[in-house]
């Protein structure tokens, strides 16, 4: 069944579940299997990783992006829901994946901050907190 893996993907989906609700192991394509159910748990840690990302560099736009905020902040506030929605999204999927969310934030946060600090200039203090980000504040009196 490795090679239906390789040549139709979502017909070796369906001869998998038939396998495994008629409790048939013998000729379930293990190793393909395995790599796909890891595969889900990475993707979701990525998507949650740049959902993140992106809501704090909005957060950073609204709050310290003075040139545009005016012009711009409304589309930001959408963006900002957006990210906010989708990470919420996940994290009703997944619970567990929220001690990952505290512990990517650091890194997330330096990496937005690198990022928009090219776009526009940000004070050496710039920061949003992680309860901040992830709240259901949209206000940019920050």
């Known amino acids: 069944m490795s090679s239906l893996y390789n040549r139709d993907f979502n017909l070796w989906i369906q001869k998998t579940v038939s396998n495994l609700k008629n409790k048939d192991m013998g000729v379930i394509d293990w190793e393909n299997l395995i790599d796909e159910i890891e595969g889900m748990g990475k993707s979701d840690r990525r998507a949650l990783r ?21 012009r711009c902040k409304r589309g930001w506030k959408i963006e900002i829901l957006e990210f906010r929605s989708r990470i919420e999204r996940i994290l009703d999927d997944s619970p567990s994946l929220k001690n990952y969310l505290t512990e990517i934030y650091p890194k997330a946060h330096r990496l937005a901050v690198a990022r928009m600090s090219i776009l526009f200039d940000l004070p050496n203090e710039a920061s949003i907190s992680e309860a901040f980000a992830l709240s259901d504040n949209f206000s940019d009196k920050f």
Request: net charge negative.
């Open 50 to 70: 740049s959902y993140l990302e992106r809501l704090i560099e909005h957060l950073l736009k609204l709050k310290y992006w003075d040139a545009e905020r005016d």
